[in-house]
């Protein structure tokens, strides 16, 4: 049993009993009795009278009534009926025991006793609480003008709501809200950097950490460092007038552009990080006054920051969350712009949708600003189609076949479908155009008869089997057994009349097409087919290795071709040029009996390696758009090979070089066999038209034996015109007669053209450099101004690897040029050759052969095109000005000159 001395100390540490004076507070613990009651027991029920003054001392009980909003649970000190016993009044409320309670109880009739007896008790209380009351009205006015001046000073720069979620289902969405939710979920509320390119929304970002985080319930408000002062007195205030750090106490603050902030900012900015602490700026004071710091204060805000990249200074400072950008989750775009589109069909009331050509045409798109020039993209689309639906409504036609016309004819890229939806075409989207998709147009969209043929059986699979196999089969038998010179047998006059200038003719058209067509992997095919069929597994690439050495192989290989060509005199010696096609198609045949695909088409074969290097001045070339591969593909059927993929995708084997098509820098590695535009469903393989030789200039990839193998194959020009040259340069021919002084001379005079081009190039950066140091010279004499010098030092040349390219037309250029006498003089006697074949008199057989003059007039346009585009190409490569590129342009006029005078004369 208590005594009455602590039952009374403690009832004082509780309301009403320590507004009472000691002598009251007795009065009433006198009159106290204990009881212990169970959990669920209703201590006073809401409408009637209570029976006893009830003083909970251990355990907890639940207050429940028609006027409170929400239950409230009570513990120890509380106190319930006093007031209503005292004044004879039904309870409010409805007070039930949650758990074992002992309880310090005083009936009725004997608190009411109390108050007959004692008239100055209840006058004590009825005073004391009205005091009370009045002091927590007081406050609670003081505190509602405090609270409607904040509310004042944060409604500018209040964030209320985030705009949306995150939305999309790739890899990087899924990372960016888990970064969300852990910084959200952050119980140390550490401060949180948002960095992303521009138009990721990140002040959406950090609406949605903040909302999803325990201090939801708090303000949050955000600021823009481009739009702050320079002491930004937004932010910490400046002398009595409080900053947002005040007013938002413990809500959450959202800096903007941080990246942006001025350099003297970052430091302030840090140690609010760091510490916690800022201060406020001076107050204004008139000139002469004294001007005293304000005080450090201490802030007590959670900081959420956003930029355009990491910044340095705060590095260690903050959890960092990167937004990704469009272009890395192509797949998200989709699901972007179908929010969106539900969002405005939500609001006009009229239903929109795409058609998949418009999906694949934003998938392709890179979006340089992001999210929110997708939403503009999308708004103004939607805009449009409205116009259109408030004008002239589009004709109704079925869902299977939209009709993208009004009712009188005009297109609108806009249909509607029998369940009233609006589906916009790709039409009504429109774009910036991006540097590397200029002056390119996709035949095939525009060329349906092109898509279907490329996509049939006929290319190249019937055209190869059925076509080129066997003839290749005849040509060379016959060039082993008929006639061994050119003017009697018609299949060596193919070989060097016709398909050696047409390979030159073509390769600024269609570039490699000559490979999807080459009988010489035909016949690996062959082989490759009958392994397989006996369950050989064939083996994988050894990459590494092909990478470093194939190249250097295929470039030995054609020198020696060029050499034995010119010795041992193949254009003239049917069984030689034979035994040529067989050496090649042999290395085809042994690659593909071990390797899988087409291992000698892509690193070892010198016909692939030349085809590959003249292909990059094609203004044909195949791409994948990488948005949709990206995006929309799972299988890369197209790489890989595989089944039959809907909508459209054919079973393949997958590309026979490896190559993945939205992975193509150059059209070095594409053979254009169509395999790709087979297997792919989504229509993302584009067959463009561009600009000639874009390749040199762009990001192809340059290497060392390609350059060597351009400059041998000018060299071989050179080679071709060999008593020319003896007669230019008085070198007798006898000298030449035997073989190894002749095979020693090819050699060299095909090593000439890359040496002088080397020569030019050191001539060419020797004088650059020299001019640089001249240049530099009085800046360092000039002391300060040496740093402007060194600021503004030129650009550097670009490397002879790549500048080297530069003289690939011309390379392409004379090559042509010294065949088209063959092709255009030579080549039209085929009948007669072809009846010579056979042992028949074709003189009667009809030839066509074109004037020398003619010949002469094609041979030097060729070569001047070759020079000219020569030095475009040299200039687009190098990127400098015409004088500092002067040495190399001036090497190739110099060939130029000299093919002219050997090739045209």
């Not at 005073?127 to 944060?154: D, F, T």
């Not at 708090?218 to 947002?244: A, H, I, N, W, Y």
């Not at 890395?328 to 609001?347: G, Q």
Request: include cysteine.
């Amino acid at each position: 049993m208590l005594s009455l001395q602590a039952v009374s100390s403690w009832l004082r540490q509780y309301l009403p009993f320590n507004l009472l004076s000691n002598s009251s507070v007795k009065l009433l613990a006198e009159l106290m009795e204990v009881e212990f009651l169970p959990a669920g027991k209703i201590l006073g029920r809401e409408g009637t009278n209570p029976a006893q003054l009830v003083v909970v001392r251990q355990g907890s009980v639940k207050v429940t009534g028609s006027n409170m909003p929400v239950p409230i649970d009570a513990g120890p000190g509380a106190t319930f009926f006093l007031i209503e016993l005292l004044l004879g009044q039904n309870t409010n409320t409805t007070v039930k025991t949650t758990s074992d309670c002992t309880l310090w109880v005083v009936p009725s009739a004997a608190l009411l006793a109390l108050a007959a007896r004692r008239p100055d008790f209840v006058l004590e209380l009825g005073l004391k609480m009205s005091q009370e009351m009045a002091g927590k009205v007081e406050q609670m006015e003081a505190n509602m003008q405090s609270e409607e001046r904040r509310n004042r000073a944060l409604q500018p720069y209040r964030v209320t709501t985030p705009r949306r979620g995150i939305v999309g289902n790739s890899k990087y969405a899924d990372r960016l809200r888990r970064q969300i939710v852990s910084a959200a979920r952050d119980p140390t509320r550490r401060s949180v950097l948002i960095f992303g390119e521009p138009g990721l929304c990140k002040d959406n970002i950090a609406a949605l950490l903040h909302f999803g985080s325990p201090d939801r319930l708090k303000p949050m408000v955000q600021v823009d460092c481009t739009e702050m002062d320079p002491f930004m007195t937004e932010l910490f205030g400046r002398g009595s007038r409080e900053g947002l750090l005040h007013w938002i106490r413990d809500g959450t603050l959202a800096i903007y552009n941080v990246h942006k902030a001025a350099p003297h900012m970052i430091p302030q900015l840090r140690q609010l990080l760091e510490t916690g602490v800022y201060q406020p700026a001076p107050a204004p004071v008139p000139l002469g006054s004294i001007d005293f710091p304000q005080a450090e204060r201490q802030a007590n805000c959670r900081i959420i920051m956003t930029a355009a990249q990491r910044v340095k200074a705060f590095d260690g400072l903050t959890t960092v969350v990167q937004a990704p950008p469009l272009r890395v989750r192509p797949a998200d775009i989709i699901d972007l712009e179908r929010y969106f589109l539900k969002v405005i069909s939500k609001r006009s009331g009229v239903k929109l949708t795409l058609t998949p050509e418009a999906e694949r045409q934003l998938i392709t798109y890179t979006f340089p600003n992001n999210i929110t020039e997708l939403e503009a993209v999308v708004e103004r689309a939607a805009v449009q189609a409205s116009s259109v639906e408030e004008g002239e409504p589009a004709a109704q036609t079925p869902a299977a076949t939209p009709q993208r016309t009004d009712a009188k004819g005009r297109y609108t890229g806009v249909s509607r479908s029998t369940s009233g939806s609006l589906a916009l075409d790709k039409d009504v989207f429109w774009f910036a155009a991006q540097s590397k998709d200029r002056f390119r147009w996709n035949m095939l969209n525009s060329l349906p008869l092109l898509r279907q043929f490329l996509r049939s059986d006929v290319f190249p699979e019937l055209i190869n089997h059925k076509v080129v196999k066997p003839i290749f089969a005849v040509v060379v038998a016959l060039l082993f057994i008929g006639p061994q010179d050119r003017a009697h047998n018609f299949c060596l006059s193919l070989f060097w009349n016709y398909w050696w200038p047409l390979m030159f003719v073509i390769y600024p058209f269609l570039g490699r097409i000559w490979c999807s067509i080459c009988p010489f992997m035909i016949y690996g095919e062959v082989m490759q087919r009958w392994r397989m069929a006996s369950g050989v597994v064939l083996r994988r690439w050894p990459r590494e290795e092909l990478e470093r050495w194939g190249g250097w192989f295929l470039f030995a290989l054609f020198a020696g071709i060029l050499v034995w060509e010119e010795v041992w005199e193949l254009q003239d010696t049917a069984y030689l040029s034979s035994w040529l096609l067989l050496i090649i198609t042999g290395g085809a045949v042994i690659c593909s009996a071990f390797f899988e695909r087409r291992l000698w088409c892509r690193y070892l074969c010198p016909i692939g390696g030349m085809n590959g290097l003249f292909a990059k001045l094609s203004m044909t070339e195949l791409r994948a758009r990488q948005g949709v591969c990206s995006g929309t593909c799972h299988t890369y059927h197209c790489y890989k090979g595989g089944p039959a993929e809907p909508p459209e995708g054919l079973e393949t084997l997958g590309c026979p070089v490896y190559s993945h098509p939205a992975q193509l820098t150059d059209n070095r590695n594409c053979v254009l066999c169509m395999t790709c535009l087979k297997a792919c469903p989504h229509r993302s393989i584009e067959v463009r038209l561009r600009l000639p030789g874009v390749d040199l200039w762009s990001d192809h990839k340059a290497t060392w034996y390609e350059v060597m193998l351009q400059f041998m194959l000018l060299g071989a020009v050179y080679l071709h015109r060999l008593p020319e040259l003896e007669d230019q340069f008085g070198v007798d021919p006898v000298l030449l007669a035997d073989k190894a002084p002749h095979i020693l001379a090819s050699i060299g005079v095909m090593a000439v053209p890359g040496l002088i081009a080397w020569g030019s190039d050191a001539v060419m950066r020797l004088a650059f450099n020299n001019s640089k140091r001249a240049a530099a010279a009085p800046a360092v004499a000039g002391g300060a101004a040496a740093l402007a010098g060194t600021a503004a030092a030129p650009v550097p040349i670009a490397p002879f690897l790549n500048l080297s390219y530069g003289y690939l037309p011309l390379v392409w250029g004379a090559t042509l040029s010294h065949y088209l006498r063959q092709f255009l003089e030579e080549a039209g006697n085929i009948l007669p050759v072809t009846a010579a074949t056979f042992g028949l008199d074709g003189s009667s057989l009809p030839s066509v052969t074109a004037d020398h003059a003619v010949t002469e007039f094609l041979q030097g346009s060729t070569l001047l095109a070759g020079a000219f585009f020569s030095l475009l190409a040299t200039r687009k490569v190098g990127a400098r000005p015409w004088l500092v590129l002067a040495p190399q342009c001036l090497t190739i006029l110099g060939f130029t000159a000299e093919l002219w005078y050997l090739v045209v004369r």
